[in-house]
């Protein structure tokens, strides 16, 4: 079955601009986590949506939202970006809870210049 | 807080040496424990996780609960071991808490 897909891979951006990121999870998978990697911090919980809803938030700001559709396919935004923005993203599916397996996308690069 | 700390940044081996990659974690109740690796180019992916009690690739971790432990452990290492390896633990609200990652650089 095919993996768990984001798009794009790549990303630049400039400052205050804003920006959608894409996660199409495994299919029959109802879960859908993002997060956040970079060097200094590391792997940082974004948020969790299950069925449409947020079920979990992170401590990042407004400015990171997100939203799931009725086929599970997930969206990332991120407004008014900053150059501290620039990260890899990445993108968790799992059947129900993170206590199952979660598959991971392979992320995408956002650069913020 | 729930907290998973993985104290190597790096950890070098030579080829058939034995490997523990260590992991601590502080969380108020019984935690659910994972190991995740990501091997050069590829997704981060599960390797192995405490409730199945079983072995991957060799690798095997106990979840000692008296010195809030996960350390991942391989009798011999081999080449294609060299990756990064993240422990990781359920929190509440159903999110994965990670540690900062060991690199394994196994030494032929």
């Known amino acids: 079955k095919a993996g768990v897909t984001q798009t794009p891979r790549y990303l630049i951006k400039t400052r205050g601009q804003q920006v959608t990121l894409s996660c199409s999870p495994i299919?029959?998978?109802?879960?859908v986590s993002w997060y956040q990697q970079t060097p200094g911090q590391g792997l940082q919980f974004l948020f969790e949506y299950f069925s449409e809803t947020q079920r979990n938030k992170g401590n990042f700001p407004g400015r990171f939202s997100g939203r799931q559709f009725s086929n599970s396919r997930s969206e990332m935004n991120v407004s008014t970006l900053e150059l501290g923005d620039s990260a890899l993203y990445l993108c968790a599916s799992s059947l129900d809870a993170m206590n199952t397996e979660a598959f991971f996308g392979q992320g995408t690069r956002l650069t913020v210049v | 807080a729930q907290r998973v700390t993985q104290p190597e940044k790096l950890l070098s081996v030579f080829k058939g040496a034995p490997v523990e990659l260590k992991c601590n974690y502080s969380?108020?109740?019984?935690?659910?424990l994972f190991w995740y690796v990501q091997y050069s180019r590829q997704r981060l992916q599960l390797l192995l996780r405490h409730i199945s009690r079983e072995s991957i690739k060799g690798f095997t971790a106990d979840l000692n609960k008296g010195e809030t432990s996960f350390h991942l452990k391989k009798p011999f290492a081999q080449e294609e071991d060299s990756a990064m390896y993240y422990c990781?633990?359920?929190?509440?609200?159903?999110?994965?808490?990670f540690g900062a990652g060991t690199i394994l650089r196994v030494k032929s």
């Open positions: 990781a633990l359920v929190s509440y609200g159903n999110k994965l808490v």
């Open positions: 969380y108020s109740g019984s935690p659910e």
């Open positions: 299919s029959g998978h109802r879960s």
